[in-house]
Each structure stands twice: as C-alpha cells, then as structure tokens.
C-alpha cells in the first residue's frame, strides 16, 4: 500500500495542476489506497470547499461525492484506523525532530506519523514541506520529484 496524502488524492477527484499525474501514479498502484480518518476528512472537506470556491458546480461536487463513495464500497479506497494514542506518540517524536529544522505543520506531521504506524514504506503527495517530512523520517516519495 502506498499512503497517499489529501493534495494527491484532491487531485484523483477535482481536476487541479496535479490530476493527470495524479491519475498516472494511481493507475500503477497494485493495491487499494489507504484512507485513515484524518485523510478522509480533509478529503471531503477539499470537496466541498471546491464547490463554495467555485471550482465544482453543484452537480459536479455530488458526482465526485458519488465517485469517492463508490471506490470506498469498491476496495479502491480502504478505511485504515490509525490507534490515537499511537498517532500522538508519534506525531510527537516526528515533531520534535523535524519540525524545528523543516518548519512542518501540524497536518504535515499527522499524515507522516500516520503512514509510519501503518508501516508504508511509500508517501504519495504534491505538498513540497510535507514530502521533505516524509523523506526525512525514511519513506519513498511519489512521485519522485515535483518537476
């Protein structure tokens, strides 16, 4: 399983910059994608402030509502809990060493503790601070550089 954080996943959804790479390095993942609690809700809520932006109209924002539904009964997307207590530790640990040199934020850290506990060797993400995190607390980046 390759974790993939909500830039990436926004991206598979709602058409952005990164959509047609996004949809290149999903086609190749061999196994469904991994959607814990925090990831799901920031999905959902990059949706619907897609449509309040404008960049969805009513009917578009329900069929991608309808598409993320679907791939969650289809296997596409697997809901994977990540224990709370777990999370904090090592939210904690991965914020005390890295935060002060890599100036992550809070969410960057969550998403990286989070694929650490699910023991993912792999982090897909458009967000440049929260790729550093990942690379330096040893997970494989996708995609390899944001050229």
């Known amino acids: 399983m ?5 830039s990436l996943l926004l991206a598979l959804f709602v058409p952005d910059t990164w959509s047609a790479q996004a949809r290149k390095l999903a086609a190749r993942f061999a196994d469904p994608i991994p959607l814990v609690p925090l990831g799901e ?21 329900a069929a991608v509502l309808r598409q993320i539904e679907i791939d969650i009964a289809d296997g596409i997307l697997v809901r994977k809990n990540v224990p709370s207590r777990e999370h904090r530790d090592e ?13 992550v934020r809070s969410l960057d850290i969550l998403h990286v503790a ?6 993912l060797r792999t982090f ?4 440049r601070r929260q790729r550093d995190l990942a690379k330096a607390a040893g997970l494989r980046l996708l995609p390899a550089d944001l050229s």
């Not at 390759?2 to 909500?6: E, H, V």
């Not at 897909?124 to 967000?127: E, G, K, L, Q």
């Open 41 to 61: 809700v920031e999905l959902f809520t990059r949706v619907h402030r897609a449509i309040g932006e404008k960049c969805l109209s009513a009917s578009e924002h």
């Open 91 to 103: 939210a904690l640990r991965l914020s005390k060493r890295h935060a002060p040199v890599l100036s």
């Open 124 to 127: 897909a993400s458009f967000d």
């Open 114 to 119: 989070a694929a650490r506990i699910l023991k």
């Open 2 to 6: 390759i974790y993939c954080d909500s």
